[in-house]
């Protein structure tokens, strides 16, 4: 037996203070990527929303400095400064520099708040090199300067002032974070859903880096973000419900919009924390809402007697709504927040949606009507898309053991080391096939455009002979069949030309996955091939592939550099190709063009192609791209196109 090592004692470790923050980060913030860094600014920026929620504030502002810092400020009640009992220290050195310490454990200084483990502003100093707090109280000016979260100072008062509030300006550390400058963008979109979440908070962000700036401010508050979501969008009706009421403790607060589209989107928040899976406010919000427009129905015999009930699917086909509740003591399930578990919230949404939005659907009988139509017509198709489902699983084509007859498989059983492309057309599917890996790659050739589904139901996409064999083909089924456990690839690889028509089928093919098979981008199985745009052909049989204008160009100049020495300036496109020793520059118009074994050394071989994965960061912006590019609106396309025409550099007419 190996002689061990003596534990004792000295082998424990005592973090004391905001150690623990700096030595595993990733406990308190979720890492230290850009995400990480994101979550610094809100842990600060939720403090101030806070405020807002309380009634103590209207304003916050956001500037992302110069110099890397990052200034969050609000007209609030500013952070106490006077001396705590416990600590010892001044309120605001005690929230600065001791875990779960603040005022939302139940000590009177917020019944509302998103902020529930008292980690945010200790966090964000232990993570900063420096971190500068500016409280304005009482007419005075209070400032304290911390670096690593140890304060270099006892809070001084420094002047008189005017102003109300708190000013917390920090600088990431460097050596805990990969980035350290905040995305403008992801700023803007925050501070937008803080707005909208919070009715009447102005909220403003500058970015002094390149002078951009942004403000936001919703008198409608949620019926604002809800047209926003519709925006684009057929709407059943311009006015959108809207309720809010109080309820024991909560207050409950309601949108809907109706869109002629056959997707659902319901957010769901708590004391503004998005809440992804849901929870019982959702539940109670689909419960209400289904009961209601039956019982509407039902009421004015737009369902007949001997008819079944509206399916709550039905009554959700096309809807937008925002459901937000705040609320005393939340309970999330798990850190994330991702979902609700108050079970008396589910009655109070229900309580509200039944009075109210029966109310409204009495008052607005055109509107009612308009709804209850859709939903029948929903129905309806559920019905003609079940049958259709049915059918084809009797022919055997969408389940079963058989699989596409134009499907080239692979010989491997294993889904992690298998990839199925989707290539457009035949010819381009022949040569995939001829010169693909075939213990890896199975090759599935499309014919022309696919059914564009931002303007099919279920019923119209099941008949539709190139979606059933995409279905097919991923083993994974379809709406509420639809399961990744039958997913037969791991690398799913949209390969269509680089020109017009190859966008505009990769944006179908992008749709179809978006609206129906999320969760295959969501794990990260989709991907984009980036086949080149360039041969360039040397001598002695050498070659070199080039993805845009921008490579051929730089391949070029660098092997004119190579033969004559740099400085040489040639304008003439032949005559730069001769002094670059260049035979021909061909421009492949497709797919098609290639052999097989060109194919597979520009855009399948593993150790060569350029794969791009498709990844989800913004849902919003996704559903609001595709139903602009993908829907019934002709002058929002038209608008998108002629905005972004200046930015193509390749266009084949």
């Not at 024991?248 to 708590?270: D, G, H, N």
């Not at 670059?580 to 192609?609: C, F, H, I, S």
């Not at 559903?623 to 193509?648: C, P, W, Y």
């Amino acid at each position: 037996m190996s002689k061990q090592k003596q534990y004792s004692s000295e082998q424990i470790q005592v973090l004391e203070g905001l150690e623990p923050v700096r030595k595993r980060p990733g406990m308190y913030i979720g890492g230290t990527g850009v995400d990480g860094l994101h979550h610094l600014l809100k842990e600060i920026a939720d403090n101030a929303v806070d405020e807002a929620i309380a009634g103590h504030a209207d304003s916050l502002w956001v500037s992302l400095k110069e110099d890397g810092g990052i200034e969050v400020r609000d007209n609030g009640r500013g952070i106490p400064v006077d001396k705590h009992a416990k600590t010892g220290k001044s309120a605001l050195e005690t929230v600065l520099t001791v875990l779960h310490a603040g005022g939302k454990f139940g000590g009177g200084g917020y019944k509302v708040s998103s902020g529930l483990h008292g980690v945010g502003l200790s966090v964000v100093n232990a993570l900063s090199t420096k971190l500068i707090a500016e409280v304005y109280k009482d007419g005075n000016l209070y400032r304290q300067e911390y670096e690593r979260g140890v304060p270099l100072s006892d809070i001084k008062k420094i002047g008189k002032t005017d102003k109300s509030g708190t000013m917390i300006t920090f600088y990431p550390d460097e050596t805990i974070f990969e980035v350290v400058a905040i995305e403008y963008d992801w700023a803007v979109d925050y501070l937008r859903h803080q707005a909208y979440l919070t009715k009447g908070l102005r909220t403003e962000v500058r970015d002094e880096r390149d002078n951009r700036k942004y403000a936001f401010y919703f008198e409608g508050g949620i019926s604002s973000y809800a047209r926003h979501l519709n925006l684009g969008k057929d709407v059943v009706d311009e006015d959108v419900f809207y309720v809010e009421k109080q309820v024991e403790e909560s207050m409950v607060e309601i949108a809907i919009q109706y869109a002629e589209t056959y997707t659902e989107t319901v957010k769901s928040f708590a004391n503004n924390v998005y809440n992804p899976d849901g929870g019982t406010h959702l539940t109670g919000f689909r419960a209400a809402l289904t009961r209601v427009i039956n019982d509407y129905a039902r009421k004015n015999n737009l369902i007949k007697e001997k008819d079944d009930n509206l399916s709550g699917e039905d009554t959700r086909e096309g809807l937008t709504a925002i459901i937000l509740v705040k609320l005393p003591d939340p309970q999330f399930e798990g850190q994330t927040k991702n979902k609700l578990g108050n079970p008396e919230v589910r009655g109070y949404v229900e309580q509200v949606l039944n009075e109210y939005f029966a109310y409204y659907l009495e008052e607005h009988p055109a509107v009612a009507k308009k709804i209850v139509g859709k939903a029948l017509l929903a129905a309806r198709a559920r019905k003609a898309a079940r049958a259709a489902r049915e059918n084809i699983i009797r022919k055997g084509v969408l389940e079963g053991s058989g699989l596409p007859g134009k499907l080239a498989d692979c010989s491997t059983r294993d889904p992690s080391n298998s990839e199925l492309y989707i290539v457009e057309g035949d010819s381009a599917g022949g040569s995939a096939k001829s010169g693909r890996d075939s213990k890896t790659q199975a090759i599935l050739p499309l014919r022309g455009k696919v059914l564009n589904v931002e303007r099919a139901r279920l019923d119209k996409m099941l008949a539709n002979n190139e979606i059933v064999t995409l279905i097919k083909a991923l083993g994974v089924g379809i709406e509420e069949q639809f399961s990744l456990d039958g997913l037969r690839y791991h690398r799913i690889i949209i390969m269509t030309d680089a020109d017009v028509d190859g966008s505009h089928i990769s944006t179908l093919l992008l749709t179809f996955f978006f609206r129906h098979m999320r969760p295959i981008i969501d794990g990260g199985y989709l991907y984009l091939a980036k086949p080149p745009l360039y041969l360039l052909k040397g001598q002695g049989n050498k070659k070199w592939y080039a993805f845009s204008d921008d490579e051929r160009d730089q391949i070029t100049d660098d092997l004119i550099a190579k033969r004559k020495g740099k400085g040489t300036l040639i304008n003439d496109e032949d005559d730069r190709k001769r002094q670059a020793g260049l035979t021909d520059v061909q421009r492949y118009k497709g797919l098609g063009e290639m052999d097989a074994d060109q194919l597979w050394e520009t855009t399948m071989n593993p150790e060569n192609r350029v794969l791009i994965q498709v990844r989800l960061d913004d849902a919003e912006k996704a559903d609001a791209i595709f139903s602009k590019l993908m829907g019934t609106e002709v002058d929002l396309r038209k608008n998108f196109i002629q905005t972004h025409a200046k930015f193509v550099k390749d266009l084949d007419v």
